[in-house]
């Protein structure tokens, strides 16, 4: 069965360096998501990207985020500069369609910066 | 505004039980979607169901069920004789289907369900 997949699956780094966050969606979805969910909190929306550009964003992905998809398979979150604020699970999901059509996830990418 | 409520913070029952997870929801729009999502122990998300805004009817797929009640503005989940393996986080989402939407997913504050043997 097709499946979201990230890696890595953990990644520390250090405050102020930049981290890449790479997602590889199922192969005929159109629909892209970023969301994160801090430490024993609940999942919140950081980005939707369609036809190659952002449809909608939340006010957490200020101008440190960006979100590229390079190539046909690769969906990829950027933290230009991280904050230790940024550590969280980050998941990425990817839909078929939009109406009628669940989003899957992958199994997240868990950010620690010390 | 849309919003999406899970008062139970941690249930916890005894194996075999029946168990209701609650769901309330805000929205201006007629049209939506409600979904809920599943995060056991290892931390991925797991879709269980979708439903949408027209479709009232309640669902049974093996031992869960939901209750879906636009009146209420609820889309409650039960677990029908509990198992240990249910022990989870589970998330109650909402997306909003009007134009312009991108569908994306808002979650409530998850309620984690503690199945004791």
């Known amino acids: 069965e097709p499946e979201v997949t990230q890696t890595p699956s953990h990644q520390v780094t250090q405050m102020g360096q930049e981290v890449i966050l790479r997602c590889v969606p199922i192969?005929?979805?159109?629909?892209f998501y970023w969301y994160r969910q801090i430490l024993g909190q609940k999942v919140e929306f950081l980005v939707s990207?369609?036809?190659?550009?952002?449809?909608?964003k939340s006010e957490i992905f200020d101008d440190q985020f960006s979100v590229e998809r390079p190539d046909g398979s690769n969906f990829t979150l950027k933290i230009r500069s991280t904050k230790l604020e940024d550590s969280a699970m980050y998941f990425c999901?990817?839909?078929?369609?939009?109406?009628?059509?669940?989003?899957?996830f992958g199994p997240g990418t868990r950010l620690t910066v010390t | 505004a849309q919003k999406v409520t899970q008062a139970q913070t941690e249930i916890s029952v005894v194996e075999k039980e029946d168990v209701t997870l609650d769901c309330v929801y805000e929205?201006?729009?007629?049209?939506?979607?409600l979904f809920w999502y599943k995060q056991p122990p290892s931390g991925e998300l797991v879709f269980l169901i979708r439903?949408?805004?027209?479709?009232?009817q309640n669902e049974i797929s093996g031992r869960y069920s939901w209750n879906f009640q636009k009146s209420t503005s609820s889309f409650n989940f039960t677990i029908t004789a509990s198992q240990v393996v249910d022990s989870a986080v589970y998330f109650c989402?909402?997306?909003?289907?009007?134009?312009?939407?991108?569908?994306?997913?808002?979650f409530g504050s998850g309620t984690r369900l503690l199945v004791r043997p």
């Open positions: 999901a990817s839909s078929e369609g939009v109406r009628d059509h669940e989003q899957y």
């Open positions: 989402a909402l997306s909003e289907a009007e134009a312009d939407s991108s569908y994306k997913l808002i």
């Open positions: 990207f369609y036809n190659n550009e952002i449809s909608e």
């Open positions: 929205t201006r729009d007629t049209t939506y979607y």
């Open positions: 192969s005929n979805h159109l629909y």
């Open positions: 439903r949408n805004s027209f479709d009232e």
